[in-house]
C-alpha cells in the first residue's frame, strides 16, 4: 500500500508544493506571457536555452574550435540516437559527468577516440543484435572483413533511421557492385517493406476514423519482424528474395483487413451523412410549417 | 371515438385526483406567449436540456456492457466501442454529447448573464440553475474517469487534488472522493454511483424546478426590473408568440441543427479512447478536460490556498449574483460595466484554459522549437531544421 501511495499520490502533493515555492517569478512571468499571447507575438530570443543535456561531453565538445572535434556533436543532435538516450560514451567510452578533459578521457574506463573498424559491428549490436547477426556471417562480415561496417552505410553520428535510398549511397556500393545489382537490392527491399509502411499508414488514418486496427497493426508488425529477422543485412539476393516471396503471400490478407476496416469508416460515414440530411430536412420542414402558421 | 374515450379517461380520474387543476396549469403555461425580443440565444437552455436527454438514452445503452471495475472497466468500453454493434455509436454520443452539454451550459449561462435574466424576480431561477452547472459539471467529473484510461486516471487523480487543498476539510474531500489515498477500485464505483443514480436524479429534481419557474415567470424582459412586466395579455398584444407550438418548433430547429453538426464530428473526429490507466506511470502534460482547464491552469500561479479561496469567492459570487447585483436595468448596453467585466472575464478564461493547453507542450514556431512548461511559458529548446527523419524501412533498431 505504502508503495502505491508514492507512485499514485506523493507525486502531485509535490508538485503543488514546487508551485507555491516559485509563485512570484511566475506572477511576473505570467503576465508576460498574458501580455504575448495577446499581441501573438511566438515569444523567442530573449528566454533562456535550456539545456538539452548534462552530458559533459557534448557540452565541452561543441565550443571547440576544430570542427573534426565539434562538429560529431551537431551531427548526432540530429541523429535518431539522441532522442533514444544513445550519447557519445556509449560508444566512445569514458566519463561523461566529469569537466575534466583527462577524466573524462579516461583509458580506464574504456576511453576510445576512433573505434576500431572490426569492432563497430559489436559496439552496435550491443542493442542491434538481429541485425548484428545477420551481418557477421553476411558477405559484407567475416567474408568480406567487416566491410563495409555498419557506420559506413548508416553514419557514425548523424544516425538516422535507414531507409532504401541509403543503399545507393554513391561511395558506399559501387566500388564493388554495378549498378544493376543495386537496382535489384532496392526493388527488393522495396517490395518487401514498402507495403508494411502503406498499411501502417492506412492503419493509423482509419484509427482516426474511429474503426479499430489492432489487428492489421500487429500483422504488419509480424511482417516487419520476419524481414528484419530474415533478410536485413542478409545481403545475399537469393535469401532475400525468398523471404520476400513468402512476404507477399501474407500481404493480400493484411491488405483485406485494410479494405474492410475502410468500408467501414464509409458506411459510418455515408449513415452520418443521412441522419444529418434528415435532421436538415426535419429542421427545413419544421421552419416552413412554422412560417406557415396563423399569426395568432 | 378516440377523443369520447379520452374525455371519458379525463373525467373519470378528474372526478378522483383533480387532474383538471393540472391540466389547466399546463395548458395556461404553455399557451402563455414569449416575449418578441427571443432571438436564437435564448434556445441554447432548451439545448442543454435536449443533450441531458441524449445522454440519458445513450447512458442506458452503454451501462448494459459497462463493467465498473478497475480491472474490467477499460476492456468493457474497448469492447463497446469494437465489439458490440452500434457500441461505437453510443459511446460517441455518449462522450461528444458529455462535451456538447457542457458548452450549450456555459454559453446559456453566459446568455442569462448578459440579458440579465436572473435579476428580480429571477432569483430563484437562477440558484437552481447554478446548481444545475453543478451538478453538470459533476456528470463531466465522473464520467471522465469511468473509461479508465491513462488521461482519465491521471485527470481525475490532478482534479481531486485540487480539492485536497481546500483549507480544513481538504484532506476530508479527497479521501471522500477517492476512498482512499489514491484512485483506485473505490473511487471508480463511488463515482459510478454518483454519475449513474445520484447525479440524474438530482438533476431531474433540480431542472424541472428550474423549468416550472421559468414557465411560470415567462423570460424576463429587456425592460429593468423598474418597470412592471407585462402580463401575457399585453405580451400577446406586443406582439409576443405562443411558447407553445411557435416557440417550442423554433428550439426544435436549433435542436436539430447542433445534432446534425455533432454527427458530423462523431463521423469525422471520433473521440479516442487511450491507453489502459496505469498508477505506477505517469504520463507527461496531465491536464484535466477543457470545461476545468481555466481554473486549473489558474491555480497553478496562485499559492495554493489563496487560489482555492480566490476560487472559491469567484464561484461563490457567481451564485449570489442576483443578490449583490440589484441594478435595474436589463439590455445589455444599458448596464456597460457588468456587460465589460463579463467579457472581461470570458476573454480571461479563454486565454487561461489556452495556456492550460499549451503547457507541457512542444511547438515549433517560425522554425524554433519550444517546450512551454507548466505554467504555458516557453522555452526555445533548440533550433534544428528537422530532427531525425521518420522510420522508412524498418531496419533499425531491435523493437
Ligand atoms: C442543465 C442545465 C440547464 C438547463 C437544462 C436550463 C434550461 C433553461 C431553459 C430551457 C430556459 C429558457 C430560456 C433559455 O433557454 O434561454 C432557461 C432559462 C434560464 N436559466 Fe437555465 N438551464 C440550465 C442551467 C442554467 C444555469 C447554469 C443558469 C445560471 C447559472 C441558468 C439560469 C437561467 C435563468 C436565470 C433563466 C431565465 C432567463 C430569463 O428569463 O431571461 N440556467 N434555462
New interface residues.
Given amino acids: ?1 505504502s508503495e ?2 508514492h ?3 506523493r ?3 509535490g ?2 508544493n514546487a ?2 515555492a516559485r ?1 512570484a517569478e ?2 511576473a ?2 503576465a508576460v ?2 501580455l504575448l ?2 499581441v501573438w507575438t ?4 530573449a ?4 539545456a ?1 543535456t548534462t552530458n559533459t561531453c557534448v557540452s565541452c565538445h561543441a565550443d571547440l574550435d576544430d570542427e573534426d572535434m565539434s562538429l560529431p556533436v551537431a551531427e548526432w ?4 540516437h ?2 533514444a538516450d544513445i550519447a557519445c560514451q556509449d560508444c566512445h567510452g569514458g566519463n561523461p559527468a566529469s569537466m575534466v578533459e583527462d577524466e573524462a578521457h579516461d583509458v580506464e574506463r574504456d576511453f576510445v577516440g576512433l573505434p576500431d573498424p572490426y569492432v563497430v559491428h559489436e559496439l552496435c549490436g550491443e ?5 548484428m547477426e545477420n551481418y557477421v556471417p553476411s558477405p559484407h562480415g567475416l567474408e568480406g572483413d567487416f566491410w563495409p561496417n555498419c557506420v559506413d552505410c548508416h553514419e557514425n553520428h548523424e544516425v ?5 535510398s541509403l543503399i545507393s549511397i554513391p561511395d558506399n556500393c559501387e566500388d564493388c557492385h554495378e549498378q544493376e545489382i543495386m537496382d535489384d537490392f532496392i526493388a527488393l ?1 522495396d517490395r518487401g ?1 514498402e507495403p ?2 502503406e498499411f501502417r499508414r492506412a492503419a493509423e488514418e482509419i ?4 474503426v ?1 486496427v489492432d489487428l492489421i497493426l500487429a500483422q504488419a508488425s509480424l511482417a ?2 520476419a ?2 529477422q530474415q533478410a ?2 542478409v545481403f545475399v539476393l537469393d535469401k532475400m528474395t525468398a523471404v520476400v516471396d513468402s512476404l507477399e503471400q501474407v500481404y493480400p490478407r493484411i491488405q483485406k483487413e485494410v479494405n474492410t476496416a475502410r468500408t467501414e469508416v464509409d458506411t ?2 455515408r449513415f ?2 443521412m ?2 440530411g434528415l ?2 430536412v ?2 427545413g420542414v ?2 416552413l ?2 412560417r406557415a ?1 396563423p399569426e395568432d | 371515438m378516440i377523443r369520447r374515450l379520452s374525455n371519458a379517461l379525463y373525467h373519470w380520474l378528474d372526478d378522483r385526483v383533480e387532474i383538471s387543476i393540472v391540466i389547466d396549469f399546463c395548458h395556461r403555461q404553455l399557451t402563455k406567449p414569449v416575449p418578441r425580443h427571443l432571438n436564437w440565444l435564448f434556445s441554447f437552455g432548451t439545448v442543454t436540456l435536449a443533450f441531458f436527454l441524449s445522454q440519458a438514452v445513450s447512458g442506458v445503452f452503454l451501462m448494459i456492457y459497462y463493467e465498473a471495475s478497475a480491472d474490467t472497466a477499460y476492456e468493457s468500453v474497448r469492447y463497446i466501442m469494437e465489439q458490440v454493434r452500434f457500441g461505437w455509436l453510443m459511446r460517441q454520443v455518449h462522450s461528444y454529447g458529455a462535451n456538447f452539454m457542457i458548452a450549450f451550459l456555459l454559453l446559456h449561462s453566459v446568455r442569462v448573464f448578459f440579458y440579465g435574466g436572473y435579476k428580480k424576480p429571477r432569483e430563484l431561477t437562477w440558484l437552481f440553475g447554478f446548481a444545475l452547472l453543478c451538478v453538470t459539471l459533476a456528470f463531466g467529473f465522473t464520467g471522465y474517469l469511468l473509461p479508465w484510461d491513462q488521461l482519465s486516471y491521471w485527470g481525475t487523480t490532478v482534479g481531486t487534488e485540487i480539492a485536497a487543498a481546500t483549507p480544513v476539510i481538504g484532506e476530508y474531500l479527497l479521501i471522500l472522493m477517492r476512498g482512499g489515498e489514491i484512485i483506485s477500485d473505490v473511487t471508480l464505483t463511488r463515482f459510478f454511483m454518483a454519475h449513474v443514480v445520484l447525479l440524474p436524479w438530482v438533476f431531474i429534481g433540480l431542472v424541472a424546478v428550474h423549468l416550472v419557474l421559468i414557465r411560470y415567470k415567462g423570460i424576463s424582459p429587456l425592460e429593468g426590473t423598474d418597470v412592471p412586466e407585462k402580463t401575457p395579455e399585453e405580451l400577446k398584444k406586443a406582439g409576443g408568440k405562443p411558447f407553445y407550438p411557435q416557440h417550442v418548433m423554433k428550439e426544435a430547429i436549433v435542436v436539430l441543427l447542433v445534432l446534425a453538426s455533432m454527427i458530423f464530428m462523431i463521423i469525422y473526429y471520433p473521440l479516442p479512447l487511450h491507453e489502459k490507466a496505469d498508477p505506477f506511470n505517469t504520463p507527461v502534460g496531465v491536464r484535466p478536460e477543457w470545461y476545468f482547464l481555466s481554473s486549473y491552469q489558474a491555480l497553478k500561479y496562485l499559492p495554493k490556498t489563496i487560489g482555492i479561496i480566490g476560487s472559491g469567492l469567484v464561484v461563490l459570487a457567481i451564485c449570489l449574483l442576483p443578490f449583490w447585483d440589484r441594478t435595474p436595468a436589463r439590455r445589455p448596453s444599458r448596464r456597460p460595466v457588468a456587460t465589460s467585466l463579463g467579457i472581461m472575464f470570458i476573454v480571461l478564461n479563454i486565454v487561461l484554459a489556452l495556456l492550460g493547453k499549451i503547457s507541457e507542450t512542444e511547438m515549433t514556431i517560425m522554425g524554433t522549437r519550444y517546450h512551454f512548461d507548466i505554467y504555458g511559458w516557453p522555452h526555445a529548446i533548440a533550433t534544428v531544421e528537422e530532427p531525425a527523419a521518420e522510420p522508412d524501412t524498418g531496419d533499425g533498431g531491435t523493437e
Avoid: E, K
Fill in positions: 500500500m502505491l501511495t507512485a499514485g499520490y507525486p502531485g502533493a508538485a503543488w508551485l507555491s509563485t511566475y506572477t512571468r505570467s506571457i498574458l499571447l495577446l511566438p515569444a523567442g530570443s528566454t533562456a536555452q535550456q538539452v543532435q540530429r541523429s535518431a539522441r532522442p542493442c542491434h543484435q538481429v541485425q538516422v533511421f535507414p531507409r532504401a527491399t517493406l508494411v509502411n484509427r482516426s476514423a474511429g479499430p516487419r519482424d524481414y528484419i536485413s543485412h459510418r460515414r452520418g451523412w441522419f444529418i435532421f436538415l426535419l429542421a419544421i421552419w410549417y412554422r402558421l
